[in-house]
DNA sequence: TATTTTATTGCAAACGCTTGCTGAAATATT
DNA sequence: AATATTTCAGCAAGCGTTTGCAATAAAATA
């Protein structure tokens, strides 16, 4: 039963001794609330420091006042896509004296739906969903309650949503129209997780852009993947050996874009010589790979950093319209496409 | 002002309405303390599970139990170096319903200790240091509060300080006298941040290995870098215009090995033709240059496991002895280091 | 059968804070 | 000068838990 936190914590009351004044006062000064004299803030602002007070963080928010931690849901950790997008969040955190609650899902979605709860029910004053996977299960409630949040790389269904994600289809468009404008015809797509829209846009910006070069969609050409580096090598390893080889793939992402390019080496071929590949995202990886991977950058940075900013204006002012933010993309071109070779049109 | 988390959330005291018992059995059940009769159990366990009870984790941890949520302290999230050991802690941390709370300092010495503070009075159970920069700090007086923490790759100095890091001396030991096995007699070095135990440690192994082959120690082989991929670049640049150039480095890890690579490309040379590349480190993105990295495998994954084991352990058990635990490290041979060439030797 | 022990539950006091209400003092208004 | 307003500070209730203590009922012991 040991005590242990009790035990040499300062509180609100020690300070308010040390200062002379009632704990309330100390409180308002925390604060920076209503009505206090500037000389009895002074007061308190000095025994403060000279106690090296420390607010209890769940104490305050127990009592209904602000917790300043913002929960994120990632369904994992190990990805530079996500180590981008959190460094974007945190450097807002940071700077506005938020503190950063972590939960990691592991693709689990009933714990998605469970932590959700959870979160938004104790500690945290606000929510930032990152690749929800099953966010009607739980979205619902939040609205009811009002409680705030914000999804990132996912554009709901729902108007009410707030979310901040890139422009997907067009994208996705623009890195199919770069491989067709360099004569590329039979274009292979490796799809990231189906069930995510940012997955779906992208393949509908593949489509659209073929049907808009009048190019015929080869459902064969179109394996479905789940945005790691395996699932890249596996496609390459479909592609190489269906009717009619692609001399091109887009992949939904450039983990997937690495695992093909992996797989090209051990095959023995040639990028780009004997294939084009181009991603999705830009992370740092794609600038190291070797070939350097041509890509559709998305800023993902920014991304974070963004629906972190949206989410604490809607803490601080709920009552203002929000709405949701569509980030552009940027073809950055490397070393991993080029012109189709006249040989491997046959 | 609005009282928005009270709104809906359902607490003890209506699953005790619910349930016809007191609110305090029915914390009985929630924390399976004590006795309660199974019948009564059966009951406010139906209860619970009716109206959707989930407990208010402030409340908890104000009133003297648990919170379940252990606080994490890093430097920096962006690199796959602590991508790979967050995902060690995450994964314990899941299996253990523990939640994490994310602190991340930008490497500013001040905020550390703050926060260090904050997590031991506020919300969490225990503490995981990772990289701690200035642990002397603050240290102290979590020892004296005893609360439960672990430092992570940190070779403390302290006996009482628990701690999980890998055998930095022996590691680049190895590192080393590969490099010299290779024929190397100029090996280039790049340190990490000084003010780390792992980076002098690693230096320490390096000179020893040197020593213990004969090789004498020039100051001028040494590079202090730190841990970034910049570094690495700026050490090439170095090396290549000093007197009499390295045909070795050993980079304290694989993200300023990385660099290295990347300047060498610039400068139009050959690894390992012109230049042997070791890292430190091994994270994935070793496997993936072009050419492979050669490196000394510490097991980052299990250290981020191995640590958050032994703080659950801890908090669950705070009078057995715990001691800290060094992890072995690995040579692993990929394409970057190979017999120096006789020419080279001029 | 009387008495002691044990199992089971409830009560109430914390935990450290926020905030509505109240009253006193200071200031402004007529 | 009398009254209304504003500024300032304290009191006390309450946020949702845990837990020591007390009370009761049931079981065991003498």
Redesign the interface.
Same mark, same amino acid.
């Given at each position: 039963m040991? =005590? =242990?936190? &009790?035990? &040499? !914590?300062v509180t609100i009351i020690d300070v308010a001794r040390e200062a002379g004044v009632s704990y309330s006062t100390v409180s308002r000064v925390v604060n920076n609330k209503s009505y206090v004299n500037a000389e009895t803030r002074a007061k308190v602002l000095q025994a403060m420091t000279r106690m #090296?007070y420390?607010? /209890?963080?769940?104490?305050r928010?127990?009592a #209904?006042g602000r917790?300043n931690?913002i929960g994120l849901l990632v369904v994992d950790?190990? *990805?530079?896509y996500?180590? @981008?997008i959190? +460094?974007g969040i945190?450097d807002v955190l940071?700077s506005n004296q938020y @503190? %950063?609650?972590?939960? *990691?899902t +592991?693709r689990r979605k009933t714990k998605e739906s469970a932590y959700v /709860?959870?979160m938004a029910?104790?500690?945290a004053d606000g929510l930032l969903i990152l690749l929800p996977r099953d966010p009607d299960a739980y979205l619902e409630?939040l609205r009811? =309650?009002?409680?705030p949040y914000v999804l990132i790389d996912h554009r709901s269904l729902n108007e009410s949503d707030l979310s901040v994600f890139s422009a997907n289809q067009d994208g996705a468009h623009t890195a199919t129209t770069h491989l067709i404008d360099l004569g590329h015809t039979r274009i292979g797509m490796i799809t990231g997780w189906m069930d995510m829209t940012s997955a779906k846009d992208r393949l509908a910006g593949y489509k659209s852009a073929l049907a808009d070069r009048g190019l015929p969609f080869d459902p064969s050409l179109v394996f479905e993947g789940d945005f790691t580096q395996s699932s890249g090598s596996q496609a390459l390893s479909y592609f190489l050996q269906i009717q009619n080889p692609p001399t091109a793939i887009f992949a939904s992402n450039d983990l997937a874009a !690495?695992g093909v390019l @992996?797989a090209v080496r051990y095959h023995g071929l040639l990028v780009p010589d004997d294939l084009s590949v181009i991603g999705f995202d830009d992370i740092p %990886?794609a600038a *190291?790979? /070797?070939p350097a991977l041509t890509t559709m950058r998305q800023p993902l940075h920014e991304m974070g950093s963004i629906a972190t900013q949206l989410l604490l204006n809607r803490i601080d002012e709920?009552d203002e319209r929000y709405s949701s933010i569509v980030l552009p993309t940027e073809l950055i071109l490397r070393e991993t496409t080029a012109q189709i070779k006249e040989e491997a049109r046959a």
């Open positions: 040991a =005590r =242990r936190k &009790s035990s &040499s !914590a #090296g420390q607010a /209890n963080l769940q104490a928010s127990l #209904g917790s931690v950790l190990a *990805t530079q996500m180590s @981008e959190m +460094h945190d940071a @503190e %950063l609650m972590l939960y *990691t +592991h /709860n959870m029910q104790s500690i409630s009811d =309650r009002d409680f !690495a @992996e %990886l *190291t790979l /070797n709920p």
